[in-house]
């Protein structure tokens, strides 16, 4: 069983679920949002980012990088990234703290120690752990996603999955057993526009949600909005018809308004950003489209996570 890299987990979290959360986060994601805020999320390989303003060309990241990925070129820190392993050398020797490394192996074990730890407030709040990413379904060793499942649940800790839905359907139904509740990712439902915003088009995100819906599986659907990507009327009613014509009744609807507290990451990776093209609804734009729904029949709506 191979482990699978983390490279966040976030206690007392009260938007990844019901209740004071665990929130462990997967390293390894196959889409492409244009939107997404944990651009650390998407490579399943170990990853430096670079804080660049906190850098003072010190050099010890040179003398320490056995690869030779950097180098000072007139008094400025040169970072060969296509040299880096992410072996970490350098990380302990950078004074000003300007290096991290995006993804640590943790094992099952160390995973659900971690998770116990907060027992009490699971307990007090009705909350639980929520395996994210990334997207946890698209781990390469499903074995051991389904093991901390599996052991959590019988430590009596309520589990949860946040999922784009692009991922094997057998993956999901591994773990329907363990899973109190799915937080399913509906980012558009023009397939087109879909594939432009994210990579790949909806049609195997789409099929699971049915699929998922026909086993049983508690729902709670969400769906990020970026103005002027994904907001429009039509949008909002096709995806109430599609509810509708599939007898999919979410447990909850969340409307998730972008943000763009990520934007940073992206510099730090050295991958370029739209920020052009990203817009932050407003209120009342949120409110309309909640209102949209409840026209549609769908009552149980919240705005946010």
């Not at 990579?199 to 195997?204: I, Q, R, S, W």
Request: aromatic content about 8%; some cysteine.
């Amino acid at each position: 069983m191979s482990t699978p890299l983390v490279f966040n987990i976030q206690k007392f979290s009260v938007h990844d679920g019901d209740g004071i959360r665990t929130t462990i986060f997967f390293k390894g994601c196959p889409l492409r949002c244009a939107w997404c805020h944990n651009p650390e999320s998407q490579s399943y390989e170990k990853e430096l980012i670079l804080h660049r303003h906190k850098c003072t060309a010190c050099g010890s990241c040179v003398k320490r990088c056995p690869v030779g990925a950097n180098e000072i070129v007139d008094g400025t820190l040169v970072f060969h990234r296509e040299k880096c392993t992410g072996c970490g050398a350098c990380i302990d020797w950078c004074i000003p703290e300007a290096r991290e490394l995006a993804g640590r192996e943790y094992t099952v074990d160390e995973l659900v120690k971690e998770a116990k730890k907060d027992l009490p407030f699971y307990e007090q709040s009705g909350g639980g752990v929520t395996l994210s990413g990334g997207e946890v379904l698209s781990m390469r060793d499903m074995d051991y996603v389904e093991e901390l499942c599996r052991r959590l649940k019988r430590e009596g800790v309520s589990v949860f999955i946040d999922t784009s839905g692009f991922a094997p359907y057998e993956h999901f139904a591994r773990l329907l057993p363990y899973v109190d509740a799915f937080l399913y990712d509906v980012k558009g439902i023009d397939p087109d526009e879909h594939r432009e915003n994210i990579g790949a088009d909806n049609t195997l995100i789409l099929a699971n949600l049915i699929r998922l819906s026909n086993d049983g599986a508690r729902i709670y659907l969400r769906l990020p909005i970026v103005e002027g990507k994904n907001d429009s009327a039509e949008n909002i009613t096709k995806l109430a018809g599609f509810l509708r014509e599939n007898h999919i009744e979410p447990y909850r609807i969340n409307l998730l308004p972008y943000h763009d507290i990520g934007r940073g990451k992206y510099a730090g990776l050295d991958r370029p950003y739209d920020e052009e093209g990203m817009h932050v609804p407003s209120g009342e734009r949120m409110e309309e489209l909640k209102a949209m729904f409840e026209t549609h029949g769908f009552h149980n709506i919240k705005i946010g996570g």
